[in-house]
């Protein structure tokens, strides 16, 4: 139950995949100013600023209720700030999901269409945008070969454990061989050994190919394991309080997640958290 | 799988069985104790005799009664159905016409009827039409209620992806819907049954036309009781044939991903 490495040469890889334009460490999406009142009059997010930049793995990490969920669907298109500017690849809303400049979100749940069997859940995304069926069922087969799924395209979500379900949703992230990956606490509902297992996963996929993520959590642990850089916010409304580099060689191992380099970080990240609550 | 299923289908199937045929028969055996005269009680023997003696006249208006209810369910679905699509196309519509279709639910339909008698000559057309007046407000409100019960992950999906409306529609709206609307179906056909059984007792009709609720009434005029109770059984036996029917439609539909047609 592995990621699989993706054949380079499938329909998936090759759908989306233009002449890359964004060159590692142009910035795929940068935040400026950016707040956001809900018309409760909930502050979720103070002014914040933040330049994601091609290849990163960033980790937005804080308090429960800190507003990185808002964050994210900002950064998803969902839903426009109150105040401030987005831009993807340098450019506004509109140009996201031309070549090279895919984005996809896996959310806090599964989020399947309960349907529709496995296949056709990672297809969905294929098909909103009219892929011919043929492409779009290789780049379908791809993606399940990716999370270790391929035996279950026929089964319907419900016939899937919790992890599972997951990784379904992750397919079909992967199947548009997006550019910016957003995360919303992907693994929160998963048991702890689930949710190590999803993470390394991640890393290897992450490592093989050319993928910026957004990833939003609330555990120290996945944080250190999974970034090259994790920004840390204050409580809502959330702003940014530090920024941490993980500095460690990829890909990641369980050997990382016991050594000392990985302590020294979640105790860094531990005590800028526990000042980022009280704040 | 075993005993326990078994075992579980044995008292879904034949327990209610065993309960029925009890009753049946200490039915039979009070009225032949106590000599009860066939035109107060009739015992169920003295049912079915009518039953298959009278088959002529009572097989007709089954077959006009059915008809009727078959085609006003039709419409109400179909009707029902489109309302409800047109309804989830925006709140403004909805809001400005929901309270009509609650309006035409509230009203008896023993009170609407004469009315609509009057206005349709052909009676036939007329029971119908009552018929469609009361059973398509659970279509309206179920479809409804599904269309817009959508998970705002998925609709969060379909609009990062870029959705047309269209797409959303049918890929997202009306698969949400279906649990809904079979839920509707099912109340809808027993409704449209009752719709024409009590539009028929206010309508009176009578010849070629009759249904089983004209039976009934005649056969209460002439102190007829056990062909009375033979049409009874006969509505009954097409309610619960048209309430069978849509549960095995929406175990057909739904089948293998809804959780109502699951643990069955």
Redesign the interface.
């Known amino acids: 139950m592995r990621f699989n490495r993706m054949p380079m040469d499938s329909e998936a890889a090759r759908l989306a995949r233009a002449p890359a334009q964004h060159a590692e460490g142009a910035p795929v999406i940068e935040l400026a100013a950016v707040e956001k009142t809900y018309p409760s009059g909930t502050r979720a997010l103070a002014p914040i600023d933040l330049v994601i930049r091609g290849r990163e793995f960033v980790t937005l990490l804080g308090p429960s209720g800190c507003g990185k969920s808002t964050l994210l669907?900002l950064a998803?298109?969902?839903d426009a700030p109150s105040a401030g500017r987005l831009r993807w690849w340098g450019q506004g809303f509109e140009t996201v999901?031309r070549p090279g400049q895919h984005?996809a979100?896996v959310?806090q749940?599964a989020?399947l269409?309960?349907?529709?069997r496995v296949a056709a859940n990672v297809r969905?995304?294929l098909?909103?945008?009219r892929v011919a069926r043929p492409a779009a069922d290789r780049a379908v087969a791809a993606a399940l070969e990716l999370v270790g799924l391929a035996p279950f395209a026929a089964s319907?979500?419900?016939e899937l454990s919790g992890g599972m379900q997951m990784r379904v949703s992750i397919a079909r992230a992967f199947v548009t061989d997006p550019d910016l990956l957003l995360m919303d606490e992907p693994f929160g509902a998963l048991d702890e050994i689930t949710r190590a297992k999803l993470d390394a996963d991640l890393a290897a996929l992450w490592g093989t190919r050319a993928l910026t993520v957004a990833f939003v959590t609330h555990s120290i642990y996945e944080a250190v394991f999974l970034s090259t850089r994790v920004v840390v916010l204050s409580a809502r409304p959330g702003r940014v309080v530090a920024e941490v580099a993980i500095g460690e060689p990829f890909p990641r191992t369980d050997a990382f997640r016991l050594s000392q380099r990985f302590a020294a970080f979640c105790a860094e990240l531990g005590g800028l958290l526990a000042s980022a609550a009280e704040t | 799988m075993a005993p326990e299923s078994s075992r579980a289908s044995l008292a879904r199937y034949a327990a209610p069985v065993i309960i029925g045929v009890a009753v049946l028969a200490l039915w039979q055996a009070l009225v032949v104790a106590y000599d009860v005269p066939k035109y107060i009680v009739p015992s169920p023997l003295a049912v079915a005799q009518t039953l298959v003696a009278d088959w002529a006249l009572l097989g007709r208006s089954l077959a006009v009664t059915l008809r009727m209810t078959l085609i006003a369910f039709a419409v109400a679905v179909v009707l029902g159905t489109l309302i409800a699509f047109v309804f989830v196309q925006s709140r403004w519509l909805e809001a400005s016409l929901f309270p009509y279709a609650v309006l035409l639910q509230v009203t008896p339909i023993v009170a609407i009827a004469p009315l609509v008698i009057i206005w349709v000559e052909n009676v036939e057309v007329a029971l119908t039409i009552c018929a469609v007046i009361v059973a398509i407000f659970p279509i309206i409100s179920n479809t409804t209620l599904g269309l817009r019960a959508v998970d705002p992950g998925l609709a969060d999906l379909f609009r990062m992806h870029r959705a047309s409306r269209l797409q959303t529609l049918v890929r997202l709206r009306v698969p949400s819907a279906a649990p809904y609307f079979f839920g509707g179906l099912r109340i809808s056909s027993g409704l449209a049954l009752i719709g024409v059984v009590v539009a028929e007792f206010v309508a009176g009709t009578g010849g070629h036309a009759a249904g089983l609720a004209y039976q009934i009434l005649l056969a209460g005029f002439q102190l007829n009781i056990p062909r009375l109770f033979a049409a009874l059984v006969l509505i009954t036996l097409t309610g619960v044939a048209l309430f069978l029917a849509m549960v095995w439609l929406a175990r057909l539909a739904l089948g293998r991903w809804h959780e109502s047609e699951l643990t069955r």
């Open positions: 669907r998803a298109g969902l999901g984005l979100m959310f749940q989020t269409m309960p349907w529709a969905l995304p098909d909103l945008a319907y979500p419900r």
